[in-house]
């Protein structure tokens, strides 16, 4: 008992980026998705998802956008074995990518499994002290444990380094580690975009790194964040996920579900914006 408990991380950020209690996240989960549920494109793609962005600030603050993605793809009866969360690292701590390998991840609604033989497949270094201060991993687990059967598991990858090629080793180790364990997944890319900036800057600036991803020119959208010095903090996830899918089908898809910012819950002065985006075949 001692020895599980020791290998489960515990949650970092509840009570701050969501609620501590099981009954105030859950609630909070349906009443989010209460009021988007009329805007939710729920429209049947052709084959499969294959993941999506999805914003990891306050649930109270993104959770608007993310909802969209969780109950399209739910809707979409995709039901995942394993949930790979692509994350940025915002303290600097760990390798430049590593997997994680808690053998479980608490958070107030549930404590989720980590697929450890498709996390060991990805061959990349593992970490705990990487995920030590990390938030943008474990805002994501709620939604998964509220929107996808329990036995769903997870697999968190840390990328400290968002290079393009950085991005580009990520993608096929995942996708080896995935035709080699046979695990049905859902990729999720987990990053906000601008940050602290007006309305209108955030649109423009947003606009810039999503006509690279819809023209998805995954080296494009690191280009653009370096040329025009856009303060999305996952573009290296969001590369992850465009060169998965091209492995995956060159032919792929993607469907901009929703996008906001904070100043729906508070101060619009300077706001945080957040796009949820579904990609699929």
């Not at 929703?258 to 619009?268: F, I, L, V």
Request: aromatic residues 8%; charged residues 25%; hydrophobic residues 40%.
């Amino acid at each position: 008992m001692a020895t599980e408990k020791a290998n489960t991380r515990p949650p970092g950020v509840a009570g701050m980026f969501y609620p501590s209690g099981r009954d105030e996240v859950n609630s909070l989960l349906d009443r989010l998705l209460g009021e988007e549920e009329p805007d939710i494109d729920k429209n049947p793609v052709p084959g499969a998802v294959l993941g999506g962005i999805v914003p990891h600030a306050g649930i109270e603050y993104c959770g608007r956008q993310a909802v969209h993605f969780f109950e399209a793809a739910r809707s979409n009866l995709f039901i995942a074995e394993t949930v790979v969360i692509v994350h940025p690292n915002h303290y600097g701590l760990g390798p430049p990518i590593s997997v994680d390998d808690h053998h479980s991840w608490k958070v107030s609604n549930g404590t989720a499994e980590t697929d450890l033989e498709l996390a060991g497949e990805m061959k990349l270094p593992f970490s705990q002290a990487a995920q030590r201060r990390e938030h943008s991993a474990e805002v994501i687990v709620p939604y998964i444990k509220h929107f996808f059967p329990e036995e769903t598991r997870i697999v968190c990858l840390n990328m400290l380094d968002q290079v393009h090629d950085a991005a580009v080793e990520a993608a096929g180790r995942i996708h080896t580690a995935v035709r080699k364990t046979g695990r049905r997944i859902l990729l999720v890319a987990s990053s906000d975009f601008s940050h602290f900036v007006s309305r209108t800057e955030a649109r423009d600036k947003d606009d810039i790194l999503l006509k690279a991803i819809l023209d998805k020119d995954s080296r494009g959208v690191y280009e653009k964040a370096v040329d025009h010095d856009l303060s999305v903090c996952g573009c290296g996830p969001i590369m992850a996920l465009m060169e998965y899918s091209e492995i995956v089908e060159p032919d792929y898809r993607i469907r901009v579900l929703s996008r906001g910012d904070s100043g729906s819950a508070g101060n619009s002065t300077d706001v945080v914006s957040y796009v949820s985006a579904l990609f699929y075949i």
